[in-house]
T-cell receptor
């Protein structure tokens, strides 16, 4: 079965870049997700990347995928205090009807 | 286009009572998913439904939990005889076609006292 791992915590200063890392186990995943959860709120779909891509950029967000190492990262440029949240990576099962989430990385942005 | 709507947002139940959580998917979405998030943990899949059908309930506890998505009306997650361990955030998600774009609701926080 799928297993997704993330580091628990990341602290950065406002204006710096943040890099949130994720490892997954299912090499057949055709795409992978990043979601953001603010306190007491639901999950916001940030972005997803197809497995045939190495990189995807969307404004301040850059997703890097290393399929060989089964490693996914999310880079947030010019991190702002509003970026403080928990970030989850997730991979779908083969049927695409179930997501396995990592435990989440809590990003704290200090002014 | 309203997002995925869940209610109630917060629910308090005494042990042994029933909890009913409702989810209205986004307009045009016929695929609904329920996930549970225990405190300080990630989300865990519970069940996947399409209109009037349960497609995958591999994440549902064997007893006390049930889900439905009727032809008309919202999807319902029902928890009978709640226990303290059921205290969690329950998230509903929907997609138009069971594909890549899956959108989550704001969640229903259940507290069992």
């Amino acid at each position: 079965g799928e297993d997704v791992e993330q580091s628990l915590f990341l602290s950065v200063r406002e204006g710096d870049s943040s890099v949130i890392n994720c490892t997954y186990t299912d090499s057949s995943s055709t795409y992978l997700y990043w979601y953001k959860q603010e306190p007491g709120a639901g999950l916001q779909l940030l972005t997803y990347i197809f497995s045939n891509m190495d990189m995807k950029q969307d404004q301040r967000l850059t997703v890097l995928l290393n399929k060989k190492d089964k490693h996914l990262s999310l880079r947030i440029a010019d991190t702002q205090t509003g970026d403080s949240a928990i970030y989850f990576c997730a991979e779908p099962n083969n049927a695409g009807n179930m997501l396995t989430f990592g435990g989440g990385t809590r990003l704290m942005v200090k002014p | 286009n309203a997002g995925v709507m869940q209610n109630p947002r917060h629910l308090v139940r005494r042990r042994g009572q029933e909890a009913r959580l409702r989810c209205s998917p986004m307009k045009g979405h016929s695929h609904v998913y329920w996930y549970r998030q225990l405190p300080e943990e990630g989300l865990k899949f519970m069940v996947y439904l399409q209109k009037e059908n349960i497609i995958d309930e591999s994440g549902m506890p064997k007893e006390r939990f049930s889900a439905e998505f009727p032809k008309e009306g919202p999807s319902i997650l029902r928890i009978q005889q709640v226990v303290r361990g059921d205290s969690a955030a329950y998230f509903c998600a929907s997609s138009p076609d069971g594909g890549i774009t899956i959108y989550f609701g704001e969640g229903s926080w259940l507290t069992v006292v």
